[in-house]
């Protein structure tokens, strides 16, 4: 489908030639027109296929005649994912013309410098569910004046963690707001949180069946525990790559890991849940931009946010489960590029290997690290 079947609006066209969407992806399809109509939908898509444009795009043009006011609310669980999504909604600003302005509200940065940006009414502010209603509670947020509010990775938004905060939030507006959530994760909890709010919506399931698309390639190798990190950096000293990433879920081993890689003089970098906002914003502007060419991450930490050119992913700390694998995965081979997911597991862990295998549809290659050499496992 292309573009124009899905509007007419010139600028809105003229944005996506500008921001190179060449064609809609399967949720921005779905969802467009039901934005524009003001439907409340709960939405299911995998990560990376452009669910934040899936929403930006239809309420720029559902809005683009008022301008001064507080309108779109989107609300997101962490710091990093608030940094992305405003970037991408100046993107989209800028790309069709309609002039939007857009503030973050989030825990952990300086809420007087937020209060001064909240003075020009922007029409879009992304922000954490605690640091919105404190700004709406201060009167600094017009909250009657909000017609949509987005929860951006809302299974995560109605986790115990943040359910309260975005309760509380979706309930300081007004009655006939607009709620759309987007999700890559099960929607069976988080549909139970959204219907006390809205019990006539849409439930739209974009994910189809689960696989790892086929330039990207699957490999693992088996080590002992005790040496994973001596091993990882063994690994990548023998593979060419020009960004990746390195998945552990335990900050105090990425911390680990990160002093070993520094010390012998790799370009690495971290981000967990732990670490202060200024530095993870740090080591992601690095990886964003170049300067760093390892980023050690947890799941949490990384979760909805999307880098360019990252050609492997390492996996010290296994997905528990196949659709979080199926998300790191494609962090990688994105638009078609070659990709590669390197596993380091134990022997214990191989079930999960078989498992990935099963439910993705994928076979994973073995191979081998051994006296300082990685390659293909000897027969």
């Not at 600003?93 to 002039?99: D, H, L, N, Q, Y």
């Not at 300086?110 to 009167?139: D, F, M, T, W, Y």
């Not at 001596?230 to 020009?242: A, H, S």
Request: glycine share 6%; proline share 3%; with cysteine.
């Amino acid at each position: 489908m292309e573009w124009n079947k899905l509007t007419d609006n010139e600028k809105v066209l003229s944005g996506t030639f500008s921001l190179k969407l060449k064609e809609p992806t399967p949720v921005q399809e779905a969802v467009y027109k039901k934005i524009l109509e003001g439907k409340n939908l709960l939405v299911k898509a995998e990560t990376g296929t452009g669910k934040t444009f899936a929403y930006l795009l239809p309420l720029f043009e559902k809005y683009k005649d008022i301008s001064g006011e507080n309108k779109i609310l989107i609300l997101v669980p962490t710091h990093e994912l608030a940094m992305q999504v405003a970037k991408e909604a100046r993107k989209v600003s800028t790309a069709t013309g309609i002039p939007f302005k857009c503030a973050t509200a989030v825990g952990n940065a300086n809420i007087n410098h937020q209060i001064e940006a909240l003075k020009n009414k922007p029409e879009v502010i992304v922000g954490s569910a605690g640091r919105v209603l404190e700004l709406i509670e201060k009167k600094k947020i017009a909250a009657h004046l909000i017609k949509t509010i987005v929860l951006d990775e809302g299974d995560r938004l109605f986790d115990k963690t943040c359910a309260d905060g975005t309760h509380e939030v979706i309930k300081k507006a007004m009655r006939d707001v607009q709620l759309l959530l987007f999700s890559a994760s099960s929607l069976k909890n988080t549909k139970e949180n959204f219907e006390k709010w809205k019990s006539d919506y849409e439930e739209i399931d974009v994910t189809g069946k689960l696989s790892v698309p086929k330039n990207i390639h699957n490999w693992y190798v088996v080590v002992d525990e005790r040496y994973k990190i001596e091993n990882l950096r063994g690994i990548i000293k023998n593979i060419r790559t020009k960004k990746a990433m390195i998945f552990i879920n335990n900050p105090a081993v990425i911390e680990a890991a990160y002093e070993k890689l520094s010390f012998h003089h790799y370009s690495v970098d971290y981000i967990h849940g732990d670490r202060k906002g200024e530095d993870r914003k740090k080591a992601i502007d690095g990886f964003n931009k170049g300067k760093i060419k390892y980023l050690l991450a947890t799941d949490v930490a990384a979760r909805g946010l999307h880098f360019d050119g990252v050609d492997t992913v390492f996996h010290v700390s296994l997905a528990e489960k196949p659709t979080d694998y199926l998300h790191r995965a494609g962090r990688t081979g994105r638009n078609g590029a070659y990709g590669r997911n390197i596993v380091i597991c134990s022997k214990k862990e191989l079930p999960l290997i078989k498992r990935y295998e099963k439910e993705l549809n994928i076979v994973f290659e073995e191979k081998q690290y051994e006296y300082g050499k990685f390659g293909n496992k000897r027969p």
